[in-house]
């Protein structure tokens, strides 16, 4: 795919079959003129041609979120074949990153229904400022342009889909050109991870995983933990999830060392469970498939120190992904059985569908060797997540307040929004047991709770954060402009957007 950008000045000549032009809402009627809203941001030298085709439209023009107009240019004029004008929804004045992302991802199937390659867009400059409007327009383009078709043959297709490969992004000035540079690193490495969750179990396996991280590369140091190593680690927890499959499993630890020798590194763990049928606790059979999302977190952390490699962020970031089949065999754990983690500490095993928390645990632990000066983990860890906030918010828990805050408005910078549970004292006592130290389930009240919990066990006194992504991983594409039906990538982007602001 190829992201370009454009200046403002040039757009009357821009060679293109199809030109996005945002329209606000907007009760000033200054910022209106007789050719309708939306016209006072064409710049002067837009052809007389393509001014009159716009008068003449003037009475279709919405503002509606994606409501889209599309005016032809005549035959033989220079610049823009057609004009696209995407509705946003609000006044202009109002408007933020997600609105710039969201009208981007409208841009791009604009360009799709109407069988086009390539699109430019028209980014408008918001409060927030030039880089940050141009770093929008790049992810949601090309957010919106990915599509997973690595397994299709075409068979029976009497029409593949049109692949959006060419992307012109308008705006003016350093900032905005360094902004859609950052955005499509951010993109891509966020379709990264999108490809890695929609890849089959037999397939995406903790082999293939291990493949993908080391096949980054832009500096990144990558060390592979098989079996072996890990029993040397003593890593119990994750040997016992894993231990019902013939699929070896892996510990995946990335390093990006763009700081200074002696600076503490921040620390990023992600759950790679590659299929989990729920071990001897077996999950219903309808919707099993979809088990293959189950690594999205572990698929955030990959992508995430990919975008942070490519970015060159000066900063000391160590990715950790614990990967492995959650299967039911001969050798599979058992419910009531007691496995040894890492830290020493026993752990019951009541139910066997709770294995996140278990290979999270080993590696939390292992993570504390790195002396980290904040460290967060995401997982699709609990059901109860996703009937307490829905397919809209991120569960966030952790120990510090201050963390929890700046992983907060990275998720509103990011567009991967999170919302805070509490973590008191209280909550423990249901991870109680007289058989060990600790259970893996606290019962079915305070879920997300109880699991982040039983993750706080293992941290000691780091600074950490828990996102429970299990409601917001994937979905039906229905959420925004720029996402389909499958994996969304979170939180790739909001893992970046955090680690950037701390370098």
């Known amino acids: 795919m190829s992201v370009t950008t454009s200046s403002v000045s040039s757009l009357a000549s821009l060679d293109t079959p199809l030109l996005a032009v945002p329209v606000f809402a907007s009760n000033d009627a200054a910022a209106r003129s007789d050719a309708g809203p939306g016209a006072a941001l064409l710049p002067g030298a837009l052809p007389e041609a393509l001014a009159n085709a716009l008068r003449a439209a003037r009475g279709d023009l919405r503002a509606n979120t994606g409501a889209a107009t599309v005016v032809w240019a005549s035959e033989g004029v220079e610049g823009p074949q057609r004009l696209v004008f995407i509705g946003v929804g609000k006044p202009e004045k109002e408007c933020g990153a997600e609105d710039i992302r969201r009208l981007a991802g409208h841009a791009v199937r604009q360009a799709e229904g109407r069988r086009q390659s390539a699109v430019a867009l028209l980014v408008p400059t918001l409060g927030d400022g030039a880089e940050v409007a141009g770093q929008s327009a790049a992810e949601g383009a090309v957010l919106a342009a990915w599509r997973f078709r690595e397994l299709k043959t075409g068979a029976g297709e009497t029409e593949p889909p049109t ?115 729920g071990g001897i606790s077996l999950k219903p059979p309808k919707g099993m498939e979809d088990m293959r999302f189950d690594m999205s977190g572990g698929a955030g952390v990959i992508g995430a120190m990919a975008a942070i490699a ?27 059985d007691v496995v040894t983690t890492r830290s020493g500490k ?83 006592k249901q991870l109680d047991t007289p058989q060990s130290d600790l259970q893996n389930v606290g019962g079915r009240p305070a879920g997300t709770i109880t699991a982040a919990w039983f993750l706080r ?18 979905g039906d594409g229905t959420k925004a402009s720029y996402l389909r039906k499958g994996g969304y990538g979170v939180p790739t982007r909001l893992l970046v957007d955090w680690v950037r602001s701390r370098a």
């Open 457 to 474: 066990e293992f941290v000691k006194e780091t600074k950490w954060a828990h996102l429970d992504v299990a409601g917001t991983a994937y």
């Open 163 to 277: 692949a959006v490969t060419d992307i012109t992004l308008v705006g003016d000035g350093a900032d905005f050109e360094a902004g859609v540079a950052a955005g499509t690193i951010t993109g891509e490495s966020e379709n990264l991870a999108r490809s890695l969750q929609s890849r089959p179990g037999n397939v995406a396996t903790p082999t293939h995983l291990a493949d993908v991280a080391e096949g980054i590369g832009h500096g990144l140091e990558v060390d592979i933990l098989g079996p072996d190593r890990l029993k040397e680690e003593r890593m119990g927890a994750l040997l016992a999830v894993a231990q019902g499959s013939d699929e070896e499993p892996r510990l995946i630890v990335m390093k990006h060392m763009g700081g200074s020798d002696d600076e503490k590194p921040l620390v990023l763990v992600g759950k790679g469970l590659t299929f989990d049928a």
């Open 346 to 428: 026993t752990v019951e095993i009541i139910n066997t569908d709770a294995e996140g928390r278990l290979i999270l645990c080993d590696s939390l632990d292992y993570a504390l060797q790195f002396e980290p000066d904040a460290m967060i983990d995401c997982a699709t860890l609990t059901g109860a997540v996703v009937i307490g906030l829905g397919s809209h918010a991120i569960g966030l828990l952790g120990t510090d307040q201050a963390l929890i805050d700046e992983v907060k408005a990275a998720g509103e910078r990011s567009g991967e929004r999170c919302w805070q549970l509490p973590l008191w004292e209280e909550y423990r």
């Open 310 to 336: 490519r970015l060159g962020v000066k900063r000391n970031v160590i990715g950790i992904v614990p990967s492995s089949e959650n299967l039911l065999g001969g050798r599979a754990v058992k419910p009531g």
